[in-house]
């Protein structure tokens, strides 16, 4: 559930969906597409489900949501959202929100953390059993869900600030402080969350290699994992959908990866983060 941008709203005018409508709008194709694809998909909305779909073949459909602004500041808003298989939420995407602060090159909005309801609600998640996204946040807001989480938490689609330097890429006390979570962090194969020149749209299979190499650098061979961001990305790709998602580890395995550290990249660190947050 990807809440749709508030810069559209002037565009779309009365055509703007209110939040509540466009998630249940989003929840009946979910719903609807398990329902009529069960035999090779499964929901999963805690450990036993995704357990008995991984033994018996079905892909696991893990809901998540993309910026939590329509929490709205209610609990019980968060709470309605589990109940309908919520697992993942990132709290914040680029606009400000009741849980706080999102990534930004405005250095005063980038040192801002969680309002004091997004701390609440960051307990309260760990508490439901919905993973915490740090991807978005501001560096104050993930220094906030460090101090505060006691589960791992994820960096779904983020990169190493160290090569890239955009703001959406994490410091390497970040990603230290993420492994020690026990987290996990989904390289992104956006280019300019990948190239030193932030204007590059090149997703090369070079550059998703380095980072891989210094995530395991600095966070050590449980951190890495894929996050691709496929439906929120333009530019020129080595790999430009999931099917061709075989040759990124086949250039893993040509460039000095261990098979048990591709493993892991491909999907057993996440399947950890899961174990231990579901």
């Given at each position: 559930?990807?809440?749709?941008?508030?810069?559209?709203?002037?565009?779309?005018?009365?055509?703007?969906?209110?939040?509540?409508?466009?998630?249940?709008?989003?929840?009946?194709?979910?719903?609807?597409?398990?329902?009529?694809?069960?035999?090779?998909?499964?929901?999963?909305?805690?450990?036993?489900?995704?357990?008995?779909?991984?033994?018996?073949?079905?892909?696991?459909?893990?809901?998540?949501?993309?910026?939590?602004?329509?929490?709205?500041?209610?609990?019980?808003?968060?709470?309605?959202?589990?109940?309908?298989?919520?697992?993942?939420?990132?709290?914040?995407?680029?606009?400000?929100?009741?849980?706080?602060?999102?990534?930004?090159?405005?250095?005063?909005?980038?040192?801002?953390?969680?309002?004091?309801?997004?701390?609440?609600?960051?307990e309260e998640m760990e508490h439901l059993g919905i993973l915490v996204d740090v991807s978005h946040?501001?560096?104050?807001g993930f220094w906030d869900v460090v101090k505060l989480s006691k589960k791992p938490v994820m960096?779904?689609?983020?990169?190493?600030?160290?090569?890239?330097?955009?703001?959406?890429?994490?410091?390497?006390?970040?990603?230290?402080?993420?492994?020690?979570?026990?987290?996990?962090?989904?390289?992104?194969?956006?280019?300019?969350?990948?190239?030193?020149?932030?204007?590059?749209?090149?997703?090369?299979?070079?550059?998703?290699?380095?980072?891989?190499?210094?995530m395991i650098k600095v966070g050590g061979s449980d951190l890495p994992a894929i996050g691709s961001?496929?439906?929120?990305?333009?530019?020129?790709?080595?790999?430009?959908?999931?099917?061709?998602?075989?040759?990124?580890?086949?250039?893993?395995?040509?460039?000095?990866?261990?098979?048990?550290?591709?493993?892991?990249?491909?999907?057993?660190?996440?399947?950890?983060?899961?174990?231990?947050?579901?």
């Amino acid at each position: 559930i990807f809440m749709l941008p508030e810069s559209l709203r002037e565009e779309l005018q009365e055509a703007f969906p209110k939040d509540w409508d466009y998630i249940e709008a989003l929840l009946a194709i979910y719903n609807k597409t398990i329902a009529e694809h069960g035999e090779s998909i499964g929901q999963c909305i805690d450990l036993n489900t995704y357990l008995d779909n991984k033994r018996t073949g079905k892909v696991n459909a893990i809901l998540s949501m993309e910026d939590g602004r329509a929490v709205a500041g209610k609990m019980d808003n968060l709470k309605w959202l589990r109940q309908v298989g919520v697992r993942m939420m990132a709290p914040l995407w680029n606009y400000e929100n009741c849980f706080g602060y999102p990534n930004s090159n405005d250095r005063t909005i980038m040192s801002k953390g969680l309002t004091c309801f997004g701390k609440e609600a960051i307990e309260e998640m760990e508490h439901l059993g919905i993973l915490v996204d740090v991807s978005h946040l501001s560096d104050g807001g993930f220094w906030d869900v460090v101090k505060l989480s006691k589960k791992p938490v994820m960096a779904s689609h983020s990169n190493c600030r160290a090569l890239a330097p955009h703001r959406r890429n994490l410091t390497d006390d970040m990603i230290r402080a993420l492994a020690n979570k026990g987290g996990v962090m989904g390289l992104n194969f956006y280019g300019p969350f990948l190239n030193e020149d932030s204007s590059c749209m090149k997703s090369r299979f070079p550059e998703m290699l380095a980072h891989l190499k210094y995530m395991i650098k600095v966070g050590g061979s449980d951190l890495p994992a894929i996050g691709s961001d496929f439906d929120g990305m333009n530019g020129e790709f080595d790999i430009p959908d999931c099917s061709k998602m075989q040759l990124l580890f086949e250039a893993m395995e040509r460039n000095g990866f261990t098979e048990e550290q591709i493993e892991k990249i491909a999907y057993k660190n996440v399947e950890r983060v899961i174990k231990e947050t579901f």
